[in-house]
């Protein structure tokens, strides 16, 4: 069982450019989310999903966008990077059943450097 | 303000001895806490969580973590630490009726031999 997969692990990016990190999840979790995690800063919401076709802004969205056109994938893309955007980044996914106290899964991260 | 809180940044301990990983909280209405471990170069794996009912939680690894509602406190707790144990330690809190997550910034345990 794979649980959260997401790739790249790493990436150096110049300041400008733009890509996409992918994160896809086996376990048919409706929920899905993504953070990045800063040191000392512990994790910080960018974007949520509760379910294909719908997301929702996190606490920290700006310079990124998301989709979800199925329930397995929710990739996250940057436009135009810019050194504050150096971070790792995780993928993460939940039940919807059983209520809110159902734990989130998370992926490896993608550990992400702009210069 | 929703918040949580995560006073020190690291904690020492022997193995053997117990260990303690404090968090405190702070929010309207009910709190739905967790525990999260992260090892080196993985994402987060979750350790336990309180939703309702008894105030003294049990998680995986033979960790526990102790509800109190006057104090605001979520406190986590082992009764003898491995040195396996050494990692960063989150906790979080959810809030009723939202499904999102908001982390302390963790906690990095080290247990020496």
């Known amino acids: 069982n794979a649980g959260v997969t997401q790739t790249p692990k790493f990436r150096i990016l110049k300041i400008g450019q733009s890509m996409t990190l992918q994160c896809t999840q086996d376990m048919n979790h409706n929920y899905m989310y993504w953070y990045r995690q800063d040191p000392g800063m512990g994790l910080k919401l960018i974007y949520y999903s509760v379910g294909a076709g719908i997301t929702d802004k996190g606490e920290v969205p700006n310079g990124y966008n998301v989709s979800r056109s199925t329930t397995e994938d929710f990739p996250l893309r940057l436009e135009l990077a810019a050194p504050s955007q150096t971070s790792v980044y995780f993928c993460?996914?939940?039940?919807?059943?059983?209520?809110?106290?159902?734990?989130?899964?998370f992926g490896d991260g993608t550990r992400l450097s702009i210069l | 303000a929703q918040s949580v809180a995560q006073p020190e940044d690291q904690v020492n301990v022997a193995e053997g001895n117990p260990l303690t990983v404090k968090c405190t909280y702070s929010?309207?209405?009910?709190?739905?806490l967790f525990w999260y471990v992260q090892y080196p170069n993985r994402g987060l794996q979750f350790l336990l969580k309180?939703?309702?009912?008894?105030?003294l939680v049990k998680g995986s690894y033979g960790f526990e973590a102790e509800f109190n509602k006057s104090q605001t406190s979520f406190h986590l707790k082992k009764p003898s630490a491995l040195v396996s144990d050494s990692a960063l330690y989150f906790c979080?809190?959810?809030?009723?009726?939202?499904?999102?997550?908001?982390f302390g910034t963790g906690t990095r345990l080290l247990v020496s031999p």
């Open positions: 309180y939703i309702t009912g008894d105030n």
């Open positions: 993460a996914s939940s039940y919807r059943a059983g209520g809110i106290g159902q734990p989130q899964h």
């Open positions: 929010v309207s209405g009910n709190p739905y």
């Open positions: 979080a809190v959810r809030f009723s009726g939202f499904q999102k997550l908001v």
